[in-house]
């Protein structure tokens, strides 16, 4: 199956995962029309499609995805939407008002304009948070679907992913005005990384400041899985295409399915290292603090928060649920998907990793200087 002749939607397109999605829907499908809706659109990324458009049509929607209007416009006449757009909060900067409107009313009005606009299909981008870790810090090792698991979030944007989610596979099988229905199901990719990978970046300029050297925050023993974010942007068009096969939609609809890949499983902190270190940077072999000691001073920290937010903005560097998933083995397999959908990871470890470390090698005298100059 293909998507050739579709209209598809793509949210959050200028994003991580949504840019990449784009290309590649351009590069592999001959659409008959991408639309790309983000909050602000990139001059830059519009001018870069040129080049693999071909008779594609690219239409740009920008403005805020609780806007109805928009939707609609984005909508209409479309066979599938790729809803990756998302707020993304680990550190609880962001008000939980604004987290809820995004990333649950916005899907919410999304799904309800799909159905007014009759689109058949929806790919909701969720993430590996929505299942945890619990407070507990009970691992999953090579987990699925159906591993049992006693799951507790009490983190804002876990809470309004997992929402949002369920929103979305709820509604698979609604009826459309054209007495069509409704397909959805939702993507868990574990921790995407890849060139563009804000939060790579971010630890690529805390090893600056600190000498080069990467402070350990992950016990080496906490393994997860990242997935490449070519490799989840192929689960995305691989999910889409299936939906157009009558026997597939009728598995895929309503579920949701783990995305990994054949990264090896390692510890947020060593797969840091991992990409860094081919540039020069070192790790320190234990955590700054006891793991225990940490866990108080993130207690702390989200105290100290609570107190001065009438009265200061404070986002603490580290909380509890973020320390948690940092130090808790939680990896998944991907065999579902396989099954459902056909995915299979088209880059390995060795070339995801080289382009994630050229990536940041291209930007590191920039970030010295710029770190040289604060």
């Known amino acids: ?40 659109i990139k001059s830059e990324l519009i001018q870069s499609l040129d080049d693999c458009k071909g008779e594609t049509k690219v239409s740009v929607l920008e403005g805020d995805i609780r806007d109805r209007e928009l939707l609609r ?4 006449g479309a066979a599938l939407v790729f809803h990756t757009a998302s707020l993304i909060d680990v550190t609880g900067a962001v008000e939980y008002s604004e987290l809820y409107g995004v990333n649950v009313k916005g899907t919410e009005l999304l799904l309800e304009t799909c159905i007014q606009e009759n689109v058949a299909s929806f790919i909701y981008t969720s993430s590996i ?3 945890g870790p619990n407070p507990h810090g009970d691992p999953i090792i090579n987990g699925n679907e159906d591993t049992p698991y006693s799951s507790c979030l009490k983190f804002s944007y876990s809470k309004t992913k997992y929402e949002a ?34 939060f790579t970046l971010d630890h690529l300029r805390n090893g600056i400041r600190n000498g080069n050297v990467l402070m350990r925050t992950s016990r080496r023993n ?44 390692v510890s947020y902190s060593d797969f840091n290292y991992a990409v860094l270190s081919p ?46 998933m940092l130090n808790t083995p939680f990896s998944f397999s991907y065999q579902k998907a396989h099954k459902d959908f056909g995915y299979s990871p088209r880059y390995d470890w060795e070339e995801a990793r080289k382009c994630t470390s050229d990536w940041l090698a ?5 970030e010295r200087q710029q770190i040289k100059l604060k």
Do not use: W
């Open 1 to 40: 199956m293909t998507l050739s002749g579709d209209v598809c939607v793509v949210t959050g397109a200028c994003g991580f995962l949504g840019e990449k999605l784009v290309r590649l829907l351009l590069e592999e499908e001959k659409l008959s029309e991408i639309r790309l809706l983000d909050r602000k």
């Open 73 to 76: 416009r984005a909508c209409k």
């Open 129 to 131: 948070e929505v299942a």
């Open 165 to 198: 989610e369920q929103i979305c596979l709820q509604a698979s099988g609604e009826l459309l005005r054209n007495g069509g229905h409704l397909a959805t199901c939702a993507l868990r990719p574990m921790f995407i990384y890849g060139p563009g990978c804000r």
């Open 222 to 265: 906490a393994k997860v899985n990242p997935v490449y974010v070519g490799n989840a942007a192929l689960a995305h068009l691989q999910a889409g295409r299936a939906l157009k096969d009558s026997q597939k939609r009728a598995v895929m609809g309503g579920n949701f399915y783990y995305i990994s890949d054949d990264t090896p499983p």
């Open 279 to 324: 540039l020069g940077f070192r790790i320190k072999e234990r955590p700054i603090l006891p793991f225990s000691l940490l866990y108080l001073l993130s207690y702390l920290m989200e105290l100290l928060h609570v107190v001065l937010r009438p009265f200061l903005k404070f986002t603490p560097p580290l909380n509890r649920q973020l320390l948690t």
């Open 362 to 366: 291209s930007l590191l005298p920039t």
